[in-house]
């Protein structure tokens, strides 16, 4: 509690507001309790207790009315209220970085993380080889970023260095050996900073769509996007799809991404593009011919879903690229 909430006054040290004379300590107290919480949900969530969470967040937003409670709580609910899944014991939650992330773990021997694009979820984007995978003897782990697929939101812009952070966590989380990592359009971007800054974490890496920076997208799709911005206004900024154009149109940055990072990483990569891609086609060749260990894979008469539309062509040379030594 950073304001009196009489008279809106900073607040300063002391049990009292300066300015009007109301007690602040037991308003304090309140707010405290509700942060505890809050917490205590968030590791029940993560734990699979989701009507405790329920029970824990009802209890919060009481003591401590905030809008950021109220969608932890919509998201809980609507975990509680969902009918069991045939296909149940694949799903996981793990707690990262404060806040709670579902990834799927299927399949038995070397493990294979997949990295969805923006606004998708790692089952719906690889549905076509997550089953062709684990045939193939991998584990999979397919984790959903915040503010998609499963994973609940969270306050503030979307990030690619929070999401690669929350991906390094996991992966740290579950101990498994480095680990081959597929990743798709913004997936693919998390791939090759995973690389890059995390280099243990991973053991070769496999990349579709990817733009290094907004300037390989299509002069007319970033103005599309910026006109969806203009429209929407302010007042959608907490929406996904307007934190998703703000993430597109100004990001990765050169901090995130780079020319210099990607000539550092000595993982082998397999870049994939469809010749017809939303990422320009000399961006994808600069990415090939930067990194030291690449293999070149276009696509014929393919667009920007390589993984969803062309699984044919792409889940052959995908299964023999990570069975390579």
Same mark, same amino acid.
């Given at each position: 509690?950073?304001?009196?909430?009489?008279?809106?006054?900073?607040?300063?040290?002391?049990?009292?507001?300066?300015?009007?004379?109301?007690?602040?300590?037991?308003?304090?107290?309140?707010?405290?309790?509700?942060?505890?919480?809050?917490?205590?949900?968030?590791?029940?969530?993560?734990?699979?207790?989701?009507?405790?969470?329920?029970?824990?967040?009802?209890?919060?937003?009481?003591?401590?009315?905030?809008?950021?409670?109220?969608?932890?709580?919509?998201?809980?609910?609507?975990?509680?209220?969902?009918?069991?899944?045939?296909?149940?014991?694949?799903?996981?939650?793990?707690?990262?970085?404060?806040?709670?992330?579902?990834?799927?773990?299927?399949?038995?021997?070397?493990?294979?993380?997949?990295?969805?694009?923006?606004? $998708?979820?790692?089952?719906?984007?690889? =549905?076509?080889?997550?089953? #062709?995978?684990? +045939? %193939?003897?991998? /584990?999979?782990? *397919?984790?959903?970023?915040?503010?998609?697929?499963?994973?609940?939101?969270?306050?503030?812009?979307?990030?690619?260095?929070?999401?690669?952070?929350?991906?390094?966590?996991?992966?740290?989380?579950?101990?498994?050996?480095?680990?081959?990592?597929?990743?798709?359009?913004?997936?693919?971007?998390?791939?090759?900073?995973?690389?890059?800054?995390?280099?243990?974490?991973?053991?070769?890496?496999?990349?579709?769509?990817?733009?290094?920076?907004?300037?390989?997208?299509?002069? $007319?799709?970033?103005?599309?996007?910026? =006109?969806?911005?203009?429209? #929407?206004?302010? +007042? %959608?900024?907490? /929406?996904?799809? *307007?934190?998703?154009?703000?993430?597109?149109?100004?990001?990765?940055?050169?901090?995130?991404?780079?020319?210099?990072?990607?000539?550092?990483?000595?993982?082998?990569?397999?870049?994939?593009?469809?010749?017809?891609?939303?990422?320009?086609?000399?961006?994808?060749?600069?990415?090939?011919?930067?990194?030291?260990?690449?293999?070149?894979?276009?696509?014929?008469?393919?667009?920007?879903?390589?993984?969803?539309?062309?699984?044919?062509?792409?889940?052959?040379?995908?299964?023999?690229?990570?069975?390579?030594?």
């Amino acid at each position: 509690m950073d304001r009196c909430p009489n008279c809106r006054a900073r607040r300063e040290d002391g049990e009292t507001c300066r300015r009007c004379g109301m007690e602040l300590a037991p308003l304090l107290a309140l707010e405290q309790a509700g942060d505890e919480l809050i917490r205590r949900a968030l590791g029940q969530v993560a734990g699979g207790e989701v009507p405790a969470a329920v029970r824990a967040l009802e209890e919060a937003r009481t003591l401590h009315p905030d809008p950021f409670i109220d969608r932890l709580l919509g998201f809980a609910q609507t975990v509680q209220d969902q009918p069991p899944r045939a296909d149940a014991d694949r799903g996981r939650w793990a707690q990262v970085n404060g806040h709670p992330l579902y990834y799927l773990r299927a399949g038995t021997g070397a493990p294979v993380l997949l990295l969805h694009g923006g606004g $998708d979820s790692g089952e719906h984007a690889f =549905a076509n080889q997550i089953e #062709a995978l684990i +045939a %193939a003897g991998h /584990e999979v782990i *397919a984790p959903d970023q915040v503010g998609q697929g499963r994973t609940p939101d969270l306050p503030g812009p979307l990030s690619y260095t929070a999401m690669m952070q929350d991906t390094a966590a996991l992966l740290e989380q579950l101990r498994l050996p480095p680990s081959a990592v597929v990743g798709f359009s913004d997936g693919g971007i998390l791939g090759l900073m995973l690389a890059a800054r995390y280099p243990e974490l991973v053991e070769r890496l496999a990349v579709s769509g990817v733009n290094l920076s907004p300037a390989g997208l299509p002069q $007319d799709h970033l103005d599309a996007l910026q =006109a969806d911005s203009d429209a #929407a206004g302010p +007042a %959608a900024r907490e /929406e996904l799809g *307007a934190k998703l154009r703000k993430l597109w149109l100004h990001s990765p940055t050169a901090d995130e991404l780079s020319p210099a990072l990607l000539a550092a990483i000595r993982h082998p990569v397999l870049v994939m593009a469809g010749d017809q891609d939303l990422v320009r086609l000399e961006h994808t060749l600069v990415i090939y011919q930067t990194l030291p260990r690449a293999q070149l894979f276009i696509l014929p008469d393919t667009g920007h879903g390589t993984f969803d539309t062309r699984a044919g062509l792409v889940n052959p040379v995908l299964l023999q690229f990570l069975a390579r030594s």
